[in-house]
Structures are given as structure tokens and as C-alpha cells.
């Protein structure tokens, strides 16, 4: 009787994650922006929440519809000029040597390190979400993490990147340089901690609803229209420009990477 009792004290001490009130649902209702390789792009004006000085992680869920006429590089998320003195990171995607990659700027605003995943052909983005999470840390490492395994990683000389006065840009690089994405991005988070692997695979493909002081934007693109809100409180809030349009749905099962 006594092992009885202390099992329903156990499973009534587990925690219970529900819809809209933690973490969100896995593979659940969410939200996502569709770009459409050609002039539509979103900008989040800069903010003090951006200066990250030290450790940092950006995560997005990602799909690349395809190709664009000629066009090698698409730009998911960037805070980067190209004038090569106010760089601070930037996520694209290769056509041609089917890689994602994330680029970091140094303490000058000039181009210091990359991370990089070439992708197999049975796994690049097209058609369906991956999980994308791109740690940075001071200390001059970079990992980069797909659907929450570990396959890029990287140095650079350390000491953090600049506090730039750049805006942040999604589906393109920047105005100087208008390398459009085609395709999905959803769930969009930039936290100001170097994310573990074990955070990265709880939070991967899920709606984070709860506010945290290390999230600096969170961007869960539940707005059919207008303004897309960010839910970290930090009110970093994405303006569309032109045709972008939100959608809806499930995220869809987990692939398997490979080696």
C-alpha cells in the first residue's frame, strides 16, 4: 500500500506541459512567414536588447522553397551591413553547395568566423521544416545545431562581436544587397545565452508562450496581418514589407539529418 501511495505522489508532482500555457505544442498550431523570393522581406528595428556582447543563440524553424532564378544565397536572418565595419551575424543558405551557414562579425564590426552544415540532398530544406539553432560564444566557438543534433562547429578569434547600430532583416541581407529567400520561417528566438543542446531539442519546433529574462525576441508570427509581435516583452515586433503573408500549421515530423 505504502509503494501504492508514493507512486500517485510521484505522478501528481510530474510536470504537466499544456497547450498555451509553457512550451506549446510539439508539431502543434503554429505560426510562420512566407517570403516569396522576389521583394518581400520584415525588419525588426534595432534595439539595446540586440547590443549582445557576449554569448548569444539564434533558433528559427526553417523551410527553402527553392531556388531563385540565378541566384546562389538565400537570407534568412541578418544584422550585417555589407559596408564590412558594422557586422554582427547573418544565416543563409547555399544553393549550390547545399549549406547553411551563420557568419559572425568581431569586436570592430569586420568579418571574424562562420559556422557551416552541408546539407545531404535527401535533407535539404525544401518542402519541409528544420529546426535551426546557431550558439555563439565569446570565448571565440560556434556550433550550429539541426532539428537539435549537433553537425557544424567552429572558432574565431574570441572576445564577442560589435554592439552595431544595424536593423535586423529577415528574408533578405540587407537593402545594400537584396539576396531574397524563398520560403518558411516560423518561430524565430534570439536569446542572450549560449543555449545547451538539451534547451535546444525541448524548445525545437515548439511555441515558446512564457517570458523569459535571457529572451531577447520571440517571434511566433500568429498575426494573420500587420505587425508581427514579439512575445519576449522586449517589444523587438517585426514590421512586413510588401507581400508577406503568415501561415499556419503544423510543423511536421522530425527528419533524420545523417552523417
Known sequence: MGKIILSILLIAL???YQHGAGIGDLKGNVGGIYFDGADDYGIVNDSASFDLTGDFTLELDLIVAER???????????????????????????????????????????????????????????????????????????????????KGYSTDSGGGTKVTSENIFLGVYSLLNTTWLKGNVGNIRIWDVAKEQKDIQRFMKRAVTFRHPNLKMNLRFNEATGTVNDDSGNGNSMRRIVGTTSTRGALGVPHTLGN
Do not use: C
Not at 83 to 108: D, V
Not at 117 to 124: E, H, I, K, L, R
Open 14 to 16: 510530474m510536470p504537466v
Open 68 to 150: 531563385v532564378g540565378t541566384q546562389d544565397q538565400h537570407f534568412i536572418l541578418t544584422k550585417y551591413n555589407t559596408s564590412g565595419s558594422n557586422r554582427k551575424f547573418a544565416i543563409n543558405w547555399t544553393n549550390g553547395s547545399q549549406t547553411l551557414s551563420a557568419n559572425f562579425g568581431n569586436t570592430s564590426g569586420g568579418f571574424d568566423g562562420s559556422v557551416s552544415v552541408v546539407m545531404p540532398s535527401t535533407y535539404a530544406p525544401f518542402g519541409q521544416w528544420i529546426h535551426v539553432a546557431v550558439v555563439y560564444k565569446a570565448s571565440g566557438k560556434q556550433y550550429m545545431y539541426i532539428d537539435g543534433e549537433l
